[in-house]
Every structure is written in C-alpha cells, then in structure tokens.
C-alpha cells in the first residue's frame, strides 16, 4: 500500500485490518432484532448522556459546530480496528516521513521497512487488533481522520457504523461505542442492561465533552504525541540495543536506577518502555498525567451522575471494579503487561483519586481550572498529590 506521496508506508494497513477481521473472535449470540434494539438504545444513550455530563461538571462545548463535529459511531469489533487503524495512520506519519528520509539516504535502516517489512508490521499490527478489540467498550478517538469519517454501509439494512480507512488528515475526533463488547460484559457481570449501557455512555460521553468544551486539548495532545514520535531513534543498531538493555531488565538483571523503581512497585516493563529514550520517557510522563487526568475525570462523573439516572449503579460499579481487579488468565495478563494496558487501569484509579481529592478541596467550579490552560494541567507528581496541584493552581 502507498501513501499519496508515492512512497511506501511502514505498515500494510490493508492487510492489518485483513488481518484483524479474520482473527477477530466472533461477539454474543444475538438475533438481528436483538442487535438493533442494542445499537438503537446506545444511540439514545449516547445522546441522553451529553446533558447528564454537562450539567454534572459544568462544562459546555466551545460552540454547536465542535460538538457536531465530533460523531458518536456505533460499532462492531472489525468497525472498531477500521477506525483505530485510520487513527493510528494520522499520528505515525511523521514517523514515516523519518523512516522514508533514511531510506531515501540510504542509511542503515534503508531496507528495515522493504514491501516485505510493510507486510510482516502489517500482520502483527493486524493480530495486535484483533485482541484489543475485544477488551473496548467504548473510546474517544483523539486522532480521527478528518471528515468523511464513514463509508457507504455494505447493504440498506446494516447496523452498524463503518469507519473509512482514511487518510485524509486529521480531525476533530470521533466516539466509538463498541455494541458487542458492552453486550458481552453485561452478560458477564449479570447487571440491568439498560443501565449499564449508558452507565458506559456517561464515561464515554465524558470524554467528548472535555476535546468539546476545551479547545486547546487535542492540539495540546497532538503536539505531546508528534514530540514523542520526532524523539524515535530509527537507528536499528540503537533500538537493537536498547532492546538487549531491555531483555535484562526482564531477566531480572536491572540496572541501578531501574532496579530501584521496581523494588519500589513503581517499575512495570512493557514494550512502550522497551524502545523509548530518555527524552521519550519526560514526554510520557507529562502524557501519562493528562490521560490520567481524562480518564479518572470521567470515572468519577459517571459514578457522580450514575445515582440520579442509573438505579443500580453501586451494583454496577461493585461488579466492574471487581472485574478489573480480577483480571483474565495468565497468557491475556501477560499481554496486557506487555502492552502496558496494565498503566492503563492505573490510569483510572489515580486519576479518580486526584479528581475527588481536588473537589473535595476546592469544589467542581475550582476543579474546572484544570481545563484553563496546559500550565494548568496537573504533573505526573501532582496526579499523586491533589493538595500540591490545589497550591499551585486553585489556591
């Protein structure tokens, strides 16, 4: 597959969505009725959730056409890998540009990404998917290409939603309800359906509200994510040996600094880490604060609004939590260590606690100063110490 500059991308995007639809494990049982009546209920949700979220946390989209702007998708697990494979095509062309300015140099890393590298990353992307794609409920892709977002449905009658591949540039973002995934939890956990679809949709919905309401946020984001990429060492005698640092660390055999962050607890190898410079890691770590802030922000506005609209939300939430802290079998935890989906639960859990621990301080209104600016935004240090943020920022 090509770019439309004529030179060849480093992953087969066409053969990672092949890939991940033939991998991809089939969802519930449900009849056709059964699907519709879901996808129609998620759209309502999806709707009724965006005034809920508002009126809890006070935030309002910078104007109708940003909000418009933004759809809400309804999609199955190989609509889902369409729209992440079209994402993951905006953020990593600079990265390719790289790639294509070595090779064109003929440097060391000239044949690392030849049509049979494109189609080897291209598989692995593909089974990486597949298995993800079963684990989301719902997202909010930052890194949506830009409009037209869908294609033509495969026939009058289909249900769900499907994301073109792109690339047309980026976006404003887009929401992804995944409708088998959230059918297969319900089931799992034994809850009112009803309730916990727009349980789901209040979490989800959280985070089109604050890229709506907080114009700066995407950029912001984006320009983290392009720094980090710009950071890549496409050197393979470099990342060959960082690999081999990495190799030991997994052993067992950590050096000092590292060795210490893991007697600490604060240590978790996973392959972000294993190719990352130091100047990736400073990146990361500002990253990790803001998506902590997003994520624990919209755990604690669906349980916050979950009361008044959602009658068995403690329930809920028991359940969930449960599952999460239960986890899956050996080989699924050890790809959710290795792809550091662990740090993403973390995520959760400390940016919750930041996000109650500010309010508690300085109330909903106070807490808002976070959206001001990126000044404003809480430290990788400050997610642990709500107190240290209030003083610098909400006194």
């Known amino acids: 597959m090509t770019s439309a500059s004529g030179g060849a991308d480093m992953v087969d995007w066409n053969l990672a969505v092949a890939t991940a639809t033939r991998l991809v494990r089939p969802g519930p049982e449900v009849s056709r009725a059964e699907a519709a009546a879901v996808v129609a209920e998620l759209r309502r949700h999806a709707l009724e959730a965006e005034e809920h979220v508002r009126a809890f946390t006070g935030m309002r989209s ?9 759809p809400v998708l309804v999609v199955d697990r190989p609509g889902w890998v369409r729209a992440n494979v079209a994402g993951f095509r905006t953020v990593v062309q600079p990265l390719v540009e790289k790639l294509r300015a070595r090779r064109a140099a003929g440097g060391p890393a000239a044949g690392v990404f030849g049509s049979v590298g494109e189609k080897a990353t291209g ?7 597949a298995f993800l794609s079963t684990k989301v409920l719902g997202q909010y892709e930052t890194f949506a290409p830009a409009e037209p977002s869908l294609e033509a449905p495969d026939s009058p009658a289909a249900l769900f939603d499907k994301p073109r591949l792109g690339p047309e540039g980026p976006g404003p973002g887009r929401l992804l309800l995944v409708a088998p995934n959230i059918v297969h939890v ?22 089109r509200t604050q890229f709506t309401a907080v114009p700066w946020l995407r950029d912001h984001i984006q320009s983290e994510v392009q720094s980090f990429l710009a950071e890549t060492d496409v050197d393979p005698g470099a990342l060959l040996e960082r690999l081999r640092d990495a190799a030991g660390s997994l052993g067992g055999g950590l050096p000092g600094g590292a060795a210490r962050e893991r007697e600490a607890g604060g240590g978790s190898s996973n392959l972000l880490e294993i190719v990352q410079s130091p100047a990736q890691r400073e990146i990361l770590g500002r990253l990790t604060a803001v998506m902590s802030l997003l994520e624990g922000h919209a755990d604690v506005v669906m349980d916050g609004v979950g009361p008044a609209v959602v009658p068995s939300v403690a329930e809920i939430r028991e359940k969930f939590q449960q599952r ?12 959710r260590r290795l792809l550091g989906m662990d740090a993403k639960l973390r995520q ?3 940016g919750a606690v930041f996000v109650r621990g500010v309010v508690e301080r300085v109330g909903m209104e106070g807490f ?16 642990h110490d709500p107190a240290a943020w209030v003083a610098r920022v909400a006194r």
Do not use: M
């Open 368 to 383: 808002n100063r976070v959206w001001t600016s990126p000044n404003t935004l809480p430290t990788k240090e400050e997610i």
């Open 123 to 129: 598989i692995e992307v593909g089974a990486l998917l």
């Open 324 to 335: 999460r802290d239960r986890g899956a079998n050996r080989l699924d935890l050890l790809l």
């Open 186 to 207: 319900e089931r799992e956990l034994d809850v009112d359906p009803s309730d916990f679809r727009l349980w789901v949709c209040l979490h989800e919905e959280t985070h």
């Open 348 to 350: 959760y859990q400390d």
């Open 62 to 70: 910078s104007s109708l056409a940003a909000a418009a702007a933004t």
